[in-house]
């Protein structure tokens, strides 16, 4: 009987064994990524800021942006029309978007989109069907909100453009007024009033005139002066002037967060400092062509010329 018992347990220690060196090659196959199945992608919810990104090139879909927060932008790329027989340029598309059952999107003013996966699970497709077109299946990537701190959070808005000041000091002469976009017409005149008279008659001899020295329109223009920004916690960047509006991206230039660098279609760049009066958005641009011009000036440019250029934006309502 003792024999049987010794052989008993003998023989349950050989299946304990024998079951746990099986469980170890299964998690051991498991975390090596040898045999299973990675899970299935997940289609982020209505309340989760994302943009997805082409990935391809031909199609007319730049990027989709669904920042949670009922809107939407799309950016669309150049392409050739036929019946114009030209290109269009690259556009963007803003307006409301309503979600609703099986990961589709009502988008105001330009149709649906439906976020899926593809068969295997393993990427993002977008279902897009413009008002009155034909559903085109995008492959995008999948891009979420990264800029979540509380300046980013404060400058992730769309800004009205309010007023533009201008401020100059030569020697101890001052100049400090402040304008609307439709009043830079006043400014041109009164900047170049201010000049003359402030201008030593000495180095005025040496300058071409003062009236061709100065072009504030260009020179606010060159500054990227729009009328509308918008900045998103995807990075995402839509600026609108009287001609065009057109996406790019932003990100901080500086680590105390007190300035940005957009960069723009076609290599188009610009960097401006940000700062607020109350609760308007303040965008200081740094104009190279003011920089040119002043070192036109000699050393009055270097030693005795300073000026700055603020654009005051409410926030859109």
């Known amino acids: 009987m003792k024999n049987f018992w010794k052989y008993a347990a003998c023989m349950m220690a050989a299946v304990l064994m024998t079951a ?3 469980k ?3 998690n051991s196959s498991s975390s090596s990524g040898g045999s299973t199945t990675p899970p299935a992608l997940q289609i982020p919810s209505s309340s989760t800021p994302v943009r997805y990104e082409a ?7 730049d990027f989709v942006e669904l920042p949670a927060n009922g809107t939407y932008i799309i ?9 114009m027989r030209g290109m ?8 409301k978007s309503t979600p609703q059952e099986n990961n589709v999107y009502q988008l105001d003013g330009f149709g649906t989109v439906q976020v899926k996966t593809t068969e295997a699970g393993d990427g993002y497709l977008l279902a897009v069907t413009p008002q009155g077109g034909s559903t085109e299946e995008v492959p995008v990537t999948l891009k979420k909100a990264t800029l979540l701190d509380g300046e980013s959070k404060k400058l992730c808005a769309t800004w009205n453009l309010a007023t533009i000041r201008l401020q100059m000091r030569i020697l101890t002469s001052r100049f400090d007024k402040e304008y609307t976009e439709d009043q830079l017409g006043d400014m041109q005149t009164d900047v170049v009033a201010y000049l003359k008279d402030a201008i030593p ?12 020295l100065i072009d504030i329109q260009s020179l606010v223009a060159g500054g990227g002066l729009y009328h509308r920004y918008t900045m998103t916690s995807l990075g995402t960047l839509v600026l609108e002037s009287a001609y065009e509006t057109k996406a790019g991206t932003w990100r901080w230039a500086d680590s105390n967060k007190k300035s940005i660098e957009a960069t723009l279609p076609y290599g188009d760049s610009f960097s401006a400092g940000i700062s ?7 965008i ?8 040119q011009m002043m070192s036109q000036f000699g050393a009055i440019g270097s030693l005795a010329f300073s000026w700055e250029l603020d654009m005051y934006c409410d926030k859109a309502k």
């Not at 008659?201 to 009236?211: F, K, T, V, W, Y």
């Not at 200081?284 to 920089?291: G, M, R, S, Y």
């Open 88 to 95: 269009i340029a690259a556009s963007v598309v803003e307006g």
């Open 55 to 61: 990935t391809q090139d031909g199609g007319k879909i």
């Open 20 to 22: 746990a060196c099986s």
């Open 75 to 83: 950016g669309l790329r150049a392409s050739y029309d036929v019946k």
């Open 201 to 212: 008659d000495a180095i005025q001899s040496s300058l071409p005139p003062i009236e061709n």
């Open 276 to 282: 607020y009066r109350g609760e308007q958005l303040c």
């Open 24 to 26: 170890d090659d299964e």
């Open 284 to 291: 200081q641009p740094k104009i190279e062509a003011l920089e």
